[in-house]
Every structure is written in C-alpha cells, then in structure tokens.
C-alpha cells in the first residue's frame, strides 16, 4: 500500500464509504446498506473510469472538507453539490459536478452543500484504499460494520487512496436534472389490512418528510392511514422501498440500512426506477405517492438503466 | 410448502407458509431458504441479492437488471418441497450463559411464581431451535421455551441492554449482539461473540435452523472467557 492520503478537516453530516451494497448476508441480519442514489455513484465512478463497484465517498447535505496531504489524484463530484476547491495559495475555484478535477498535495475540497437535494458523492481515480467485509466497502454505522470501524468519517480521520494520478484528461458528462417529488408504487403485501379510504388517502394526499429520516428510513407526516386488520403481523424480510405503517399510521419508507425483519404491515412499495428520486427529496418536500402496476414498474426500471447506460455514453474530454 | 406467492414491489418475492408459528413450518422455509441459496450460488438462478428466512416467511429480493417476479415465479412453482433437505451442514451450539447478569430474574421469578433456580434449570434444559436471524446483524430468535415461563415484553423497553445479553419473550429467547435497547426479560449474559464483522468467512455464529443449548457458567469463567 502507498501512502496517499487526504486529512478530514471537516466531516460533514453524514459522510461514508459506500459501494453498490452488500449482499447475500441478510439471513444473518445484514442490511444491504450501499449508495442511496445509484445513478449519481455510478457517474462518479465513470467520470474518474473506476469499475463500476468501486466505493465512493457519500455525504448528506453538508459533505467533507479534505486536505490533500500527499499524493496526487484526480476526482469527481456527482449530484447537486456546492463545492469549492482551494489551492495552497488559498485562492479559490467554484467546483462544477459531473466532471473531474486534478488536485495537488496541500490543496483541498469543500463540499459545502447538496443543492435542494440530499446525497452527493465524491469518487477518486483508482479509488480509496479501504478493506471489504464481505465482498463491500459500504457502511452500515448502525452496526458499526465496513471501512473506518463502521462509522461515519470523522475529524482528522485519514483517507487513503490506492494510486496517484496517471490520466491525463479530464472528463465531464452531461446529466439530465430530474427532481421529482411524484414517487410511484405498487400495492404491498398487506395493502388489504387498510381502510379503502386510506388507501385512497395514500396515493392522493401528500406525506411530509419528516426530519426523523436516515439512511435506515424515511419517515412522513400526513393523513393517519387506518389499519383495520392487524397494526403488528410477524416479523418477515424486509426489502428497501417498502412503505411499513405503524399503529401511529405515519408510513416510514424503508431505505438501505433498513432492519433486515419487521413486524408492520405494508401499504406499498417505491419502484426500483423511482429510488433514487426517492431519497433525494429533502426534509419537509411533500411527496405525492401514485399505484402503477407490476409490467409498469418493469418497463419504467428498463427505461430508467437505458438512461443511465445513454447519460455515461455522453463521457467526454473537457478541451 | 408455501400457501401463496406474491410480489413484494418489483424486485422482491413474498413465499407465504401461513400465519403459524412452529418449528415444522419454519423448517420448511428453511428449506426452501437453502435451495434458493444453492440454486443461485450454482448459477441456476440468477440475479438473487438476499435471501431472508422468519418464522413463515420467505422473502427474496432480486436484481431487476437480470431476472423478474415473473421468473422467479415459475422458478418457486417447480420447487418439489418432499424432495428437500434442512441443510447438511446443520449444527448444534453450546452456548455459555452467565445467569448473574439476569437482570429481570427476579422480577420473573415473582411473577411467574416459580424459583429463580427452577426457571435457570427450565432454561438450560431447553434445545432451543435458530427460527431466524435478524433485525440487527446475528440477532437469533429462537423457540420453544416451556409455556411456564412465557413472559410479556417489559411494559417499558430498556434505552440500554448490554452486548451479549440473553432474553425471553413468550416462547422465544434471544441474544443481543450489540448494546440496544430492548424490552425482552433478561435472564443472563454470554461472553461468547455471536456477530464477527471483521470475520468475511463466518461472520455469523449461529444460521437459521441450528440448534443451540445453554451451559451455565460462573461470573469468573465468564471474565476469563470474555478476554479470550
């Protein structure tokens, strides 16, 4: 191993390694975990031409500020972010996301915040020096499991990475803007367990994001969803997406770090191909949810990968 | 065999065994846990992120990008579940348990009107069986305790429940395998590791349908043992 490596002079809020998630392990309690936004991960590692399972750098709102105390890398700054990079004059440049950027020893990167949205991810060339756990480099701080001991980066932690620069070029790619606080789903497994008029009220009033979202869920505020089953069924699997609903009959959206078993009925879940809309949406958007059918879901997931495959073709050299 | 087949969103299958709660039923989703595990990691069946066992649930989630519900629905309709086995590899525990650290086996001992030694000896002479692992990474709950010690959750769940601490809840046990808080009765503590995540190979102790039995241990065997 080289010695590279990038001091933290500023964590952020939320700041952690992630990769495309880790599975296989969740009959043994393991959530997934992994990038909350795969499309914005997977143009960060594209812009700097790392596989596409390469962990990244992902941050909420406010992300990381990184002296770069040796080497040289090249690096990448994907979603809506703010972010400036200093030379070691301390003179300043306004960075651009969706393109790469060579960086010096002594100088740095503020990211200083997602604009109107939540996640950003910050990828480098040859990628970050850190160890798998089970075949991933993904996060999971509830449990303490994958790089820096399972936590969340943290003060004058040092980030070390695999290799010095060896492109030359740099790169940008063009990304379409697609906010959208219209998510669609599918009725879930207990859907009957609701009132008709909740289920009505689901998929026609909106639903807050309340500030008690994580990496682990999403919970909203709305019209009380009414359970005239049963408010608790046995503990079953958990898949991400999934819309559980309480007694309080506020639904908590299930995201990456989810509980891998859980004993709430589900109204619905969030397609694949609105996921990443999904979590992007910041504390206090209201959402508005719409039922589609399974072959709907289907071809919108198909459209939304053919999307993905067009956005990196559109990979070029900045002249 | 399952009673129903559904979607869960458009990357999940829910195999529902019904609404019971036993070993024989959970002993067929194991089964069925274990051929879709082996039918994917041959490369038969493609596309399978995770596969997660609970008491009569089967709930597999599954790359878009390389199968669908469709699919994995014809897969699960030619299973021959008379053809199936419980795993080869299907161990039995000894766990050490500390009863000193049984927090609540007073309180237990009062309510359930029966002695603290009698309910150690119920519990140590139990072959719990592993109906699932979950929650948080290698929590296993397991069954059946004798119906004389069946206990409610406590009314108000503790913010602190130290690692390794063992508890009961009706006829189940459990094991914490990290500090959280909880509302199970504990009545003892084990020094012994249940979740290793620097361990790739076998991060887990115990897999769902393992047996496991209680070894009681003094407070000084179990110092010695938690250093180890």
């Known amino acids: 191993m080289n010695n590279n490596f990038f001091e933290v002079l500023r964590p952020g809020i939320n700041t952690t390694f992630q990769d495309q998630g880790r599975f296989n392990l969740q009959h043994f309690g393991v959530a997934p975990s992994g990038c909350m936004d795969y499309e914005s991960f997977t143009i960060a590692n594209a812009l700097v031409s790392n596989d596409k399972a390469e962990g990244v750098l992902e941050f909420a709102y406010q992300g990381p500020l990184l002296k770069l105390i040796k080497g040289q890398t090249k690096f990448a700054i994907t979603g809506k972010v703010h972010f400036k990079i200093i030379n070691s004059k301390s003179e300043t440049i306004n960075g651009e996301c969706n393109r790469t950027y ?68 740099n790169y940008f790619i063009n990304v379409q803007n697609k ?27 909106n639903y807050k994001i309340s500030s008690l979202t994580d990496r682990m869920g999403m919970r909203l ?45 589900k109204i619905a879940n969030v397609i694949s191909a609105d996921y990443d809309l999904l979590v992007q949406n910041v504390l206090g958007t209201n959402l508005l949810f719409k039922y589609i059918e399974l072959e709907e879901a289907e071809k919108a997931f198909k459209l939304y990968s053919e999307n993905i495959k067009e956005t990196l073709e559109t990979k070029s050299i900045i002249k | 065999m399952f009673k129903k087949l559904s979607n869960i969103g458009d990357c999940g299958i829910l195999c529902d065994f019904g609404e019971e709660v036993n070993k024989s039923i959970n002993t067929e989703v194991i089964k069925l846990f274990h051929y879709v ?98 929650f948080v990474p290698g929590h296993p709950f397991m069954g059946d305790l004798d119906a004389k010690l069946f206990l409610n959750r406590l009314t108000t769940p ?32 084990t020094p012994k ?36």
């Open chain 1, 221 to 265: 505020e709305g019209t009380i969803l009414k359970n005239v089953v049963s408010t608790n069924i046995r503990s079953e699997g958990i898949i991400k997406g999934s819309i559980q609903v309480p007694a309080d009959g506020q639904p908590i959206v299930l995201l990456n770090d989810h509980p891998t078993i859980g004993g709430y009925p």
């Open chain 2, 193 to 228: 590791k249940i979740f290793n995540s620097r361990d790739s190979t076998n991060p887990c102790l115990l897999s769902p349908g393992n047996t496991v039995k209680f070894k009681s241990i003094s407070k000084k065997e179990f110092e010695k043992l938690s250093n180890e």
């Open chain 1, 102 to 169: 060579d960086i010096e020893e002594g100088e740095q990167i503020d990211i200083l915040a997602t604009n109107k949205t939540v996640y950003g991810y910050l990828a480098i060339e040859g990628g970050f020096s850190v160890s798998p756990f089970c075949n991933s480099v993904s996060t999971l701080s509830r449990a303490n499991i994958g790089p820096n001991e399972g936590k969340k980066i943290n003060l004058k932690n040092k980030i070390f990475f695999k290799k010095n620069r060896q492109e030359k070029n």
């Open chain 2, 37 to 134: 595990k082996k039918q994917s990691s041959n490369g038969n069946l493609l596309g399978i992120l995770n596969c997660t066992p609970s008491y009569n649930k089967l709930i597999i989630n599954f790359d878009l990008n390389k199968t669908n519900t469709n699919r994995i629905f014809d897969f699960l309709k030619t299973v021959d579940f008379s053809k199936l086995n419980l795993s080869e590899d299907n161990k039995e525990w000894t766990i050490p348990i500390c009863y000193d650290f049984g927090m609540d086996l007073k309180n237990m001992s009062k309510v359930l009107k029966i002695d603290k030694e009698e309910i150690i000896n119920i519990h140590l002479n139990t072959v719990f069986f592993v109906y699932m692992i979950g």
């Open chain 1, 179 to 205: 906010n959208n606080n219209l998510i669609r789903v599918l009725r879930g497994p207990q859907h009957n367990y609701f009132s008709d008029s909740s289920k009505k009220d689901f998929c026609s009033k």
């Open chain 2, 158 to 189: 503790r913010v602190k429940i130290p690692a390794g601490s063992i508890g009961i809840v009706e006829k189940f046990c459990n094991i914490y395998p990290y500090e959280s808080p909880g509302g199970w009765n504990i009545i003892g503590k």
